[in-house]
């Protein structure tokens, strides 16, 4: 089975803070995302990676940075916590087919239910 | 722009009954469609995905969706509805590079 592990379950941090958040897929995956997930809002792209040490902006990057120095591993960086960034965090990845297509699962991990106070 | 819209956050069902939740999407091009379940404090699952071809596509768990260009729709349906399907449902339509656009959700309750 593909699995996609973060490090966390439940985070607790202070405003202010360095914020990192782990994720690791073991299947070989060129592909990583970072969403978040908030109420009535359905998952926003944060940041995506393609390749090593490649990565693309989502929808909402600002306040955020990520990582990827090996294939496997995608973090995510809050570089300095504010509450409106208390949030679900998941992570996801997916293989890229020959040709670019298009319709390869994404495979989840359980989330990182983050609070800043 | 891709976009995805659920129509309804939340849908309560009786046990038994039809399960149907709205999706419809906007592309410029041959949508890639996925829907994905959400239990409580889990992440995501696959359900069910339409690449090409058929365009009623099974799914895990008595599911299935079919794809009508015509009107833009990708409604998710199961004939009875079990308690264990209370879950938050998702569509979602794939991008460049894989990477998915979701619609808001839809929060299935299903009651005795």
């Known amino acids: 089975d593909v699995k996609v592990t973060q490090s966390s379950r439940y985070l607790v941090k202070r405003t202010g803070e360095k914020v990192f958040l782990e994720c690791v897929q073991d299947m070989d995956h060129e592909n990583m995302f970072w969403y978040r997930q908030d109420p009535g809002l359905g998952l926003r792209l944060i940041y995506f990676s393609y390749d090593v040490k490649m990565k693309e902006k989502g929808d909402i990057p600002e306040g955020y940075s990520v990582s990827r120095e090996k294939k496997e591993r995608f973090s995510l960086i809050l570089e300095s916590a504010s509450t409106n960034q208390t949030s679900m965090y998941l992570c996801?990845?997916?293989?890229?087919?020959?040709?670019?297509?298009?319709?390869?699962?994404?495979?989840f991990g359980q989330g990182t239910r983050l609070t800043v106070v | 722009a891709q976009s995805v819209t659920q129509l309804g956050s939340h849908v309560s069902v009786s046990e038994g009954a039809l399960v149907l939740l709205r999706c419809n999407y906007s592309s410029s091009v041959p949508p890639y469609l996925f829907w994905y379940v959400q239990y409580p404090n889990q992440g995501l699952q696959l359900l069910l995905k339409?690449?090409?071809?058929?365009?009623l596509v099974k799914g895990i768990n008595g599911f299935e969706a079919e794809f009508k260009k015509s009107e833009t729709s990708f409604h998710l349906t199961k004939p009875s509805a079990h308690m264990s399907d209370a879950a938050e449902y998702f569509c979602?339509?794939?991008?460049?590079?894989?990477?998915?656009?979701f619609g808001a959700g839809t929060r299935l309750a299903v009651h005795p």
């Open positions: 979602a339509s794939a991008g460049g590079y894989n990477k998915l656009i």
């Open positions: 996801a990845s997916s293989l890229t087919l020959a040709g670019g297509g298009l319709n390869t699962e994404a495979f």
């Open positions: 339409y690449t090409t071809g058929a365009t």
